[in-house]
Structure formats: structure tokens, C-alpha cells
T-cell receptor
Framework: LAKTTQPISMDSYEGQEVNITCSHNNIATNDYITWYQQFPSQGPRFIIQ???TKVTNEVASLFIPADRKSSTLSLPRVSLSDTAVYYC????????????FGSGTRLSIRP | GAVVSQHPSWVICKSGTSVKIECRSL??????MFWYRQFPKQSLMLMAT?????????EQGVEKDKFLINHASLTLSTLTVTSAHPEDSSFYIC?????????????FGPGTRLTVL
């Protein structure tokens, strides 16, 4: 299982773009990168998943360089409600492989 | 995205009793479900992998006789905490794996807060 490293915490302000970078040096060929968001006393919520280059959906973008050893979750124009813990995970696609959570990044958005 | 539910959302029980938590995938079938436990200010810890129609696979250090897992159908997995004690108080979260031609994603339930008195 590829290990991920991400900052413990980040602070930003409403309306700003926030980029959270995750390092996964040991990522394997069949691994996908997935990001989850978790609010206190709730289960993690799926944000975005990608394999290479760039993926965008209605809430975020995911940038993955060619070597795939890192990835960046980009949250455009954050609001107070984006304050949460964000987890970067590497998962083998089409496998019963389990997800092991790292410590995540605690994002705090200020007014 | 796909929806996973858990029931109950919270439960308080006396020490020595057993508690059952249900995890359901509401709009998709899941051959694999997972159970996690989360303590305050900590990350999720995987407890076991639940496979429909077969025995669960437990992580190291998780007592299989204490945390009974049953995955009897493609939409339901249950976790029973037997003879619960105060140290079992925690937030229990399940996830269900949705697979398809272009998808392979785990979706999480809202969690169950267990308090053992």
C-alpha cells in the first residue's frame, strides 16, 4: 500500500483558492488517487478521484504530474463550510484492496 | 454519488451488553464493505473487510470474536460489538465499494457513535 504524506494543517480565508498537496512516492502503476473530506462526527465524503493529469468536478480539481509521485487538490473560492479534514488516499483500481487512512490535513477557513 | 446509510446514528448501552450496527448501500450493490473506528481527533482505523457471502478479514489487533461482522446480502453488512465495555466507546464508520466499468470508489456511511457506560 502506497503511503501518503500531506500537511497536518492549513489555514486560509473565504474566497481564496486552496491547494493541498499530497506526496505518494511509492505509488504503483494500478493505483488511483482519491480525496475525501470529513466533518466532525460524520463519515468521510468522496471529493474526487484521478489517475493522471487533471480531473475536475463541481467541487474541486485534482492535478497529478506525469511521475504521479504527488497530487494537488484544488478547492476554488473556499467558504467557511469547507473547514474540515481532507484525506489523500492511494487505492488500487479494481481490487478488493483496503483503504488505509493517513493523518489528513486539517483545513481551517477564516472569514 | 452513491449513498451509504448506517443505523443507528448513535447508541448508548450498559457495559456487558451487545450492540448491532447496520450498514446499507442504498442505490448500489457492494460485494465488499469495510468497517472503521475513529477516536476523537484521530484518523480512521480500519477494523475489517467484509465480503458478501464469506468470512470477514480482520486487521491485526482487532478481536474477531468481539467485533462480529456479517455480510449477508449485497446491500447490508452488520457489525456487532459483543460484551461492550467503556473502552469500546468510539465512532464506528462503514464504507461500501462501488465498482463499474468506469468506477471503483468507496463511499462512507455517516457513522455511529457508540457510548458504553
Amino acid at each position: 500500500l502506497a503511503k501518503t504524506t500531506q500537511p497536518i494543517s492549513m489555514d486560509s480565508y473565504e474566497g481564496q483558492e486552496v491547494n493541498i498537496t499530497c506526496s505518494h512516492n511509492n505509488i504503483a502503476t494500478n493505483d488511483y488517487i482519491t480525496w475525501y473530506q470529513q466533518f466532525p462526527s460524520q463519515g468521510p465524503r468522496f471529493i474526487i478521484q484521478g489517475y493522471k493529469t487533471k480531473v475536475t468536478n463541481e467541487v474541486a480539481s485534482l492535478f497529478i504530474p506525469a511521475d504521479r509521485k504527488s497530487s494537488t487538490l484544488s478547492l476554488p473560492r473556499v467558504s467557511l463550510s469547507d473547514t474540515a479534514v481532507y484525506y489523500c488516499l492511494v487505492v488500487i483500481y479494481s481490487s478488493a484492496s483496503k483503504i488505509i487512512f493517513g493523518s489528513g490535513t486539517r483545513l481551517s477557513i477564516r472569514p | 454519488g452513491a449513498v451509504v446509510s448506517q443505523h443507528p446514528s448513535w447508541v448508548i448501552c450498559k457495559s456487558g451488553t451487545s450492540v448491532k450496527i447496520e450498514c446499507r448501500s442504498l442505490d448500489f450493490q457492494a460485494t465488499t464493505m469495510f468497517w472503521y473506528r475513529q477516536f476523537p481527533k484521530q484518523s480512521l482505523m480500519l477494523m475489517a473487510t467484509s465480503n458478501e457471502g464469506s468470512k470477514a478479514t480482520y486487521e491485526q489487533g482487532v478481536e474477531k470474536d468481539k467485533f462480529l461482522i456479517n455480510h449477508a446480502s449485497l446491500t447490508l453488512s452488520t457489525l456487532t460489538v459483543t460484551s461492550a465495555h467503556p473502552e469500546d466507546s468510539s465512532f464506528y464508520i462503514c464504507s461500501a465499494r462501488e465498482t463499474g466499468d468506469l468506477t471503483d470508489t468507496q463511499y462512507f456511511g455517516p457513522g455511529t457513535r457508540l457510548t458504553v457506560l
